[in-house]
């Protein structure tokens, strides 16, 4: 088994301790990779729900009742010049 470079990816010996083709400390990377991954896991959130998503429909019906209106509105007008 190899170790890769976090850096370029590049793979390397297990016994290596730099990167053949950039030089970065793959051991103090590989800690620091696995340090930042335990974090991540232990500061992980799910996404929340956003509950703002009610008043949507509201509108929706508000305009289509507005629509509805000027669209008879126009309709009796329109009747009218007839």
Do not use: E, R
């Not at 970065?24 to 335990?38: A, E, H």
């Amino acid at each position: 088994m190899s170790k890769q470079c976090p850096h370029c990816y590049t793979l390397n010996n297990d016994d290596s301790t730099f990167c053949n083709k950039c030089g970065t400390n793959l051991l103090v990377s590989q800690n620091m990779t696995q340090q930042s991954y335990n974090q991540n896991q232990m500061n992980y959130n799910p996404p929340k729900k956003s509950t703002d998503s009610w008043i949507i429909i509201p509108i929706i019906i508000f305009i289509i009742i507005i629509l509805f209106f000027v669209i008879s509105g126009l309709a009796a007008f329109l009747l009218y010049l007839y």
